[in-house]
């Protein structure tokens, strides 16, 4: 019996270790997805060259691949596959391996049909497209465990691989089946105890004559116009994804080694997916970020994804796919990154806390849907410009990596993100323009070089780690969340927030009581009216703006009890109420803004709240083109990146402790000016 436990103890320790150890970064990572099913057979011994000769380190590869692995029910190929990763280990290249999940071969789609989604009112998918499945399908799901299996007792121990991707950018993808929609309603009923008095209740659902009294009444997704059920349909979603990447993993885990990790990209499109719980089995979970280039790069759409999957992650993550060359379905989107451009990326991706930066993808494709999205190489496989920048890129991270690698941050200032509150503010739009401008605020943010994290709030209570909270339309939230940001409001913190905040609780039912609810105190004013307004001057101007029309679309009529007015409408009606506020509460202070402003108002009131706060210092008298982003490496030695995102130099003086720059080797002092060249990063360790 002794002996029996102690196999026991010793098997449940060795899942747990399996899975949750980490493989060890010593150095970035840096390489691109690689499809050689795609390309002739001749081809693999000349790509594994040019990718030697690059310094290339790494590939990603199988995630789009099940047709090949099972091209028919039951019969399994691993040959092809075989022959790549040996020879990518051959070579010193290391693989990430996906499980084919999310592109189903034909014949599961032609015997059995009802693995295939459907959509609301009646819309259904077909085969010739990728994720066309019903994600929990248990047709569906039996393949797919059967598949990813037989993958892992194949390749587990191949020393090739490092970590295991499941799946490929998961979303719900309107999947409203019967099966999903009973899922759903077991959900609710779960929720609410089986309470349908209740239910009514909290949904309002006696309007319209919309109650019901047996579940059985129930009613599917397709036609409901309930902001509660539409609200709980997306919490469903996020909780069904999650469910089955946490599936995914439980099987990989099963069968990878101690160091082997398992990994999932998705966009950043954060709305979409509870990323918490997604990860919540993931070593190095992985994001896509294209963005744009040229004389749009600003590296700003690479920080916002970055500075939210870091604190989602509460680590470092992966970078899976990202531009090379131009993108798109299409041929309309072919604008190519100018020189230099692609190496400036790679450091600003490094800046924000990635250990990895991979390229979708190697070569371009000859034929497909994504024809147009090009690769490092293009249609004539040769060696290119863009060939040339990625190899001058790896050799200077083979040499520095080491120092980079591992970024840890510790920010001040963090921006709320409610899921909630953005599918809400979608089904009830105030605005035609960006309902939820959690972008907006980011840009605002980053363009004065305040460095920010983005915490979901939904999952995220305690702030006593930050200074100052900036939050987007908290149109759906509860009661404890409202009063935990006054609470840290009352102990000295600085919150910027924006209109429709506390006005629904958490079944996006309107509160009945004055606008804004629980956090009336803490704004230091009450409202009744609201309306949407044309673009609007400021009266008296007294931001000082270059911008003559900085608020539009909403209007909401604040009465002050404690709070200070700080702008109001220039206008004979809305003027009677002020557009903007400051409440002094406890300790703290908190900027309300109850119409939505321009970018450039946007930024004085945070820089406003920041100097309140006593987080500026000497970079933050530097704006965009010019950017700072700063870490600890794994030496404990503080990091600072200083891009250019502009075409031509610009002159600064260093505003950190003495160090070297990693890139040249020069020694840097504070103070000392420094040239930054167009499209350029200056890297420097303290």
């Not at 900027?591 to 970018?599: F, K, P, R, V």
């Amino acid at each position: 019996m002794k002996k029996l436990v102690f196999i026991l103890l010793s098997a449940i320790i060795f899942a747990a270790s399996t899975a949750f150890a980490q493989y060890k970064f010593d150095n970035v990572l840096y390489g691109a997805a690689y499809y050689h099913e795609y390309m002739p057979s001749e081809r693999l011994d000349e790509d594994i060259r040019l990718m030697k000769d690059a310094e290339l380190t790494v590939v990603r590869v199988g995630e789009s691949s099940w047709g090949l692995f099972e091209p028919r029910e039951g019969v399994f190929d691993f040959e092809w596959m075989d022959r790549i990763l040996d020879k990518m280990h051959a070579a010193g290249i290391r693989v990430i391996l996906g499980t084919p999940t999310y592109s189903i071969p034909a014949w599961m789609a032609h015997r059995y049909p009802e693995v295939l989604a459907e959509h609301t009112r009646g819309d259904r998918a077909y085969y010739g497209i990728r994720q066309n499945m019903d994600f929990t399908n248990p047709t569906y799901r039996f393949f797919c465990e059967r598949m990813i299996r037989k993958m892992m007792e194949h390749y587990a121990k191949h020393p090739a691989i490092i970590g295991y991707q499941v799946d490929n950018e998961v979303e719900a993808r309107g999947v409203n089946n019967h099966d999903y929609f009973v899922g759903f309603r077991n959900y609710i009923k779960e929720k609410f105890s089986g309470d349908l008095k209740l239910l009514t209740k909290e949904w309002g659902m006696n309007y319209w004559g919309m109650n019901i009294y047996t579940w059985e009444e129930f009613y599917p997704r397709d036609g409901v116009t309930n902001p509660s059920y539409k609200n709980e349909w997306e919490r469903y979603n996020r909780k069904c994804l999650a469910d089955f990447l946490n599936w995914q993993c439980d099987i990989v885990n099963e069968y990878k080694r101690p160091d082997q990790f398992v990994t999932h990209c998705f966009m950043p499109y954060f709305h979409n997916l509870d990323q918490v719980e997604s990860f919540r089995q993931m070593q190095y979970p992985a994001i896509n970020i294209y963005h744009a280039v040229q004389d749009g790069q600003d590296g700003q759409w690479i920080a916002y994804s970055g500075d939210y999957m870091r604190t989602v992650t509460q680590g470092n993550y992966l970078v899976t796919e990202t531009n090379a060359q131009a993108t798109g379905w299409d041929s309309r989107g072919q604008y190519p990154p100018y020189d230099g451009q692609l190496r400036q990326n790679v450091y600003s991706h490094l800046a924000s806390g990635s250990n990895m930066v991979e390229y979708w993808h190697w070569h371009t494709l000859h034929y497909g849907q994504e024809t147009y999205w090009r690769g490092i190489l293009g249609q004539d496989l040769q060696a290119n410009r863009i060939y040339r920048e990625f190899s001058a890129t790896a050799k200077e991270l083979k040499a520095i990596g080491k120092h980079l690698v591992n970024l840890k941050k510790e920010n001040k200032v963090a921006i709320l993100y409610s899921h909630d509150s953005y599918h809400a503010l979608n089904f009830m739009p105030y605005t035609r323009k960006n309902h939820y401008p959690s972008e907006m605020i980011h840009d605002a943010l980053y363009r004065q070089n305040i460095e920010t994290d983005i915490i979901p709030c939904d999952k995220w209570s305690d702030f006593s780690k930050y200074r100052m909270l900036v939050i987007p339309p908290l149109y759906v939230a509860t009661d404890d969340l409202l009063n935990k940001i006054s609470q840290f409001v009352k102990d000295g913190g600085q919150v910027v927030m924006f209109f429709k905040s506390g006005y629904c609780n958490e079944h996006s039912a309107v509160r009945a009581t004055l606008a804004p609810g629980p956090l009336r105190e803490a704004c230091g004013f009450y409202y009744q009216e609201y309306a949407n307004i044309p673009a609007m001057q400021l009266k008296d101007n007294p931001f000082h703006l270059k911008d003559d029309r900085p608020i539009s679309e909403w209007y909401e009529f604040l009465i002050p009890e404690t709070a200070k007015p700080l702008a109001y409408a220039d206008h004979p009606f809305y003027g009677q109420w002020p557009a903007i506020t400051e409440n002094v509460y406890g300790n703290g202070n908190l900027y309300y803004i109850g119409t939505y402003l321009s970018g450039e108002l946007l930024e004085k009131i945070v820089h406003l709240a920041a100097e309140k706060a006593g987080i500026l210092t000497n970079q933050n008298e530097y704006r965009f083109p010019v950017i700072f982003r700063s870490g600890t490496n794994s030496s404990g030695r503080p990091v600072h990146y200083i891009f250019n995102y502009g075409a031509e130099s610009r002159t600064i003086n260093y505003p950190f402790a003495s160090g070297k720059d990693l890139l040249s080797g020069e020694k840097i002092n504070k103070g000392q000016s420094l040239d930054i060249e167009p499209w350029g990063v200056v890297v420097v360790e303290e």
